[in-house]
């Protein structure tokens, strides 16, 4: 079976403990899905970057850790029952994966191999935004960003991935729209359907905001949960666009890393650039799809290819510090209305750019 071509992997299987194995291959079976096994776990290395998928025997994850692969979404630590929940746990973080246990968790690894088999699959872009520090309008580039993407006719959803973010909607003005919050999602895992229809609508952007109130004391929103709405949305719209926490939890770590283009916001004084180094060093490994967007204010007090160069990325482009902004976001306007603003024009050049590269899993494909 280690004959498969690169090209052709979907669902790479890793498991040398035959009763497991069986488990797994029942469950592809039902799908649809022909995995490649591999007889080597060493053969590993060669299909971590092109596949759709990885699932790997706990037992075997002490070895693929050590390989020092780069982390990536899609892996799953496959456990059978009489391996301990604390031994999957583990090697869980260690190598960004998900930890299923068979037969218990069948559905959930049948819903899992569903979102990589043909029509399930997410073929829309997505876009994160995250502030090097407490507002510098992280919010508002990624509200920007969802609303240009709209006016050009490309389907769009706005998503607020930061709990302590006191709601989208509010900036947005939609905080008295009916639909859908995150509360009514909490229970998300798997192959989630298309939620469109749910969302309160502005402007032609859907949007999945917080809700204030509404959630459980201490609710944190789980990388499981983000993950299911990202691959719906992804299915059903051309442009996803998600505000993350600077806290960069776990679910803020499954948007980067499914990310095409992850935006950094600081501003252009030296403790923008500070913070923004920090964001960096906690993103190290995540992702190589990160890039600088510079909020200019009044003083221009350093440059942006200067403030780029500090924070050790690529510098994607700025815009100015206007009080219209901040004046809209009271009435609740959306952002970026003005075609000729200094944001709507930084937001019209990054999602050419985005447009314009291949998508990730092509370009996968077409080093491998």
């Known amino acids: 079976m280690d004959s498969h071509t690169v090209g052709q992997t979907t669902v790479v299987v890793a498991i040398t403990d035959p009763e497991l194995l069986d488990q797994v291959l029942a469950v ?69 994966a998900a930890v299923i ?31 090097g520090s407490g507002g510098v309008g992280a919010s508002t580039l990624a509200a920007g960003l969802a609303f240009v993407a709209a006016r050009a006719s490309r389907g769009t959803m706005l998503i607020d991935a930061d709990p302590r973010s006191g709601g989208l909607d509010l900036l947005l003005g939609a905080e008295r729209t009916a639909g859908w919050r995150w509360p ?20 032609g952007v859907d949007l999945l905001s917080m809700a204030r109130g509404e959630s459980e004391p201490g ?46 916001l600081v501003r252009d004084d030296v403790r923008g650039v500070a913070a923004g180094r920090g964001v960096v060093r ?15 204010g009044r003083s221009h007090l350093v ?32 952002p970026a209305r003005s075609a000729r603003s200094s944001l709507a024009r930084l937001c019209r050049r990054l999602l050419d750019g985005l447009v314009d590269r291949q998508p990730t899993e092509q370009k996968a494909m077409a080093r491998a």
């Open 101 to 131: 246990s068979l037969p218990a968790s069948a559905g959930s690894l049948s819903e899992a191999l569903a979102a990589v088999n043909g029509t399930a699959r997410a073929v829309g872009r997505l876009v994160c935004v995250v502030g």
């Open 282 to 296: 906690e993103l190290e490994g995540e992702s190589d799809r990160l890039g600088l967007v510079v909020r200019q």
């Open 219 to 264: 609710w944190e929103l789980g990388s499981e949960q983000l993950k299911s709405v990202l691959l719906s949305a992804m299915r059903s719209h051309q442009i996803t666009v998600v505000d993350i926490s600077r806290a960069l939890g776990a679910a803020a770590c499954e948007a980067v890393r499914r990310a095409e283009m992850t935006v950094l």
């Open 28 to 96: 592809t079976a039902v799908v649809g899905v022909e995995p490649l096994v591999l007889s080597d776990v060493n053969l590993l290395r060669r299909h971590w970057p092109s596949a759709s998928m990885l699932l790997v025997g706990v037992d075997q994850a002490a070895r693929v850790a050590a390989m020092g692969l780069r982390r990536r979404a899609e892996v799953y630590l496959v456990a059978g029952e009489k391996a301990s929940a604390a031994q999957g746990q583990q090697w869980s973080i260690p190598l960004g």
């Open 303 to 334: 440059e942006s290819h200067l403030v780029a160069t500090g924070v050790g990325l690529p510098l994607l482009g700025s815009f100015a510090d206007d009080p219209t902004l901040v004046l809209a976001a009271e009435r609740g306007d959306p």
């Open 184 to 203: 009514r999602l909490t229970a998300a895992r798997g192959h989630l359907g298309d939620i469109t229809g749910q969302l309160p609508t502005v402007e």
